[in-house]
């Protein structure tokens, strides 16, 4: 029976990087909100166009379109090789409406991982951050630089630089989580689920912290 988690952490602490790492290895899906959104809006859907208006700025897409997003990806089904929740949930009213869908198929969340680093670290990894458009693999250019220019080492796809890496709308979504996700925090540490962990250092280091707040 796989593990039914959620990753949080404010914008470049490594959700994405970590959530990967638990897909490849142990086979636990990885559902990101965030790269649902950037594939609707790179396919031009009407989900897409409208996120757009909130991400390019940095701001939350409304409660009610990602609510039924991640409603349709869980709802109504098992999960027998669990999940990894990256970016969702990032409101209080998300998390309850997801404590609602698992409860309609008679599940519940087992652990919640929490990664916290420093923000002038942030800073730095979503200044040098470069991302796969074919596979959302995350390089950065000093620190895990691809082995050839802008061409993913895994798929060969072109790397790109995310929009809402730019500075002024790094400042925003650093605001928006302190206002509207830290609640969440305290959400679920009132319910015993949360486990805090660094995300400063080696990330196979880190990888084992957030294996071991697992299941
Ligand atoms: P989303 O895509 O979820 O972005 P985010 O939460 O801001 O987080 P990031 O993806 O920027 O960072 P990450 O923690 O995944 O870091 P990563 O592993 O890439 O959301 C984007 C937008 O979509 C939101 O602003 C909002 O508009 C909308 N949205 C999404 N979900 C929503 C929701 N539920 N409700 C409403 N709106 C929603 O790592 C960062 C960099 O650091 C990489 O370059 C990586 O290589 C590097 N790195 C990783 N680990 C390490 C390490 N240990 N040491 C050094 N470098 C490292
Ligand atoms: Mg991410």
């Given at each position: 029976m796989g593990v039914r988690a959620v990753i949080m952490g404010p914008p470049g602490a490594g959700k994405g990087t970590q959530a990967k790492l638990l897909q490849e290895r142990r086979g636990v899906p990885h559902i990101s909100t965030g790269d649902i959104l950037r594939d609707a809006r790179r396919a031009g859907t009407v989900l897409g166009c409208e996120a757009e208006r909130y991400m390019a700025k940095g701001l939350l897409v409304p409660d009610d379109v990602v609510i039924g997003i991640v409603a349709d990806r869980l709802g109504g089904q098992n999960h027998n090789q669990g999940f990894l929740l990256d970016g969702f949930p990032r409101t209080v009213p998300q998390a309850e409406a997801l404590d609602r869908i698992l409860d309609e198929g008679g599940e519940q969340l087992d652990a919640v991982v929490s990664i916290s680093v420093p923000e002038d670290e942030l800073v730095r990894r979503l200044a040098g951050r470069r991302v796969c458009r074919q596979c959302s693999t995350m390089f950065h250019l000093e620190v895990d630089p691809a082995a050839?220019?802008?061409?993913?080492?895994?798929?060969g796809g072109d790397l790109y630089q995310r929009e809402d890496d730019r500075e002024e709308t790094v400042r925003a979504r650093f605001d928006v989580y302190a206002r509207d996700t830290a609640p969440v925090l305290r959400y679920y540490g009132d319910a015993g689920l949360l486990h805090e962990i660094s995300g400063v250092g080696d990330r196979e280091a880190i990888f084992q912290h957030v294996t071991a707040s697992l299941p």
């Amino acid at each position: 029976m796989g593990v039914r988690a959620v990753i949080m952490g404010p914008p470049g602490a490594g959700k994405g990087t970590q959530a990967k790492l638990l897909q490849e290895r142990r086979g636990v899906p990885h559902i990101s909100t965030g790269d649902i959104l950037r594939d609707a809006r790179r396919a031009g859907t009407v989900l897409g166009c409208e996120a757009e208006r909130y991400m390019a700025k940095g701001l939350l897409v409304p409660d009610d379109v990602v609510i039924g997003i991640v409603a349709d990806r869980l709802g109504g089904q098992n999960h027998n090789q669990g999940f990894l929740l990256d970016g969702f949930p990032r409101t209080v009213p998300q998390a309850e409406a997801l404590d609602r869908i698992l409860d309609e198929g008679g599940e519940q969340l087992d652990a919640v991982v929490s990664i916290s680093v420093p923000e002038d670290e942030l800073v730095r990894r979503l200044a040098g951050r470069r991302v796969c458009r074919q596979c959302s693999t995350m390089f950065h250019l000093e620190v895990d630089p691809a082995a050839r220019l802008a061409r993913c080492d895994r798929c060969g796809g072109d790397l790109y630089q995310r929009e809402d890496d730019r500075e002024e709308t790094v400042r925003a979504r650093f605001d928006v989580y302190a206002r509207d996700t830290a609640p969440v925090l305290r959400y679920y540490g009132d319910a015993g689920l949360l486990h805090e962990i660094s995300g400063v250092g080696d990330r196979e280091a880190i990888f084992q912290h957030v294996t071991a707040s697992l299941p």
